[in-house]
Nanobody
Framework: QVRLVESGGGLVQHGGSLRLSCAASGRTFSISRMGWFRQTPEKAREFVASIPWSVGITYYADSVKGRFTISRDTAQNTVYLQMNSLKPEDTAVYYC????????????WGQGTQVTVSS
């Protein structure tokens, strides 16, 4: 199994920036893709961004394109989400998740980190 621990959330003003980190441990050799998702009490969990662990395409939700950047450090088994030009509607609990091997489902999830953007 893979264990994920997120960090970097907090309170920021409208237009500010935050960088989230997600450190993976355990069977990291089996990771094929890592992603970030977010959820609020009013909405279902939604996809934010994902990145392949080796080669492939990076994806972003339309709502964050041009403002958020996902990156990874495979040597550190860590994925990052740089969030710029934050808006109040970005307020949510952010979760990282991994896909293992050839599966299309996300197999493991972190505990989440709160991001709050004040207006």
């Amino acid at each position: 199994q893979v264990r994920l621990v997120e960090s970097g959330g907090g309170l920021v003003q409208h237009g500010g920036s935050l960088r989230l980190s997600c450190a993976a441990s355990g069977r990291t050799f089996s990771i094929s893709r890592m992603g970030w998702f977010r959820q609020t009490p009013e909405k279902a969990r939604e996809f934010v961004a994902s990145i392949p662990w080796s080669v492939g395409i990076t994806y972003y939700a339309d709502s964050v394109k041009g403002r958020f950047t996902i990156s990874r450090d495979t040597a550190q088994n860590t994925v990052y989400l740089q969030m710029n030009s934050l808006k109040p509607e970005d307020t949510a609990v952010y979760y990282c998740a991994v896909r293992l091997g050839s599966t299309l489902e996300y197999d493991a999830w972190g505990q989440g980190t709160q991001v709050t953007v004040s207006s």
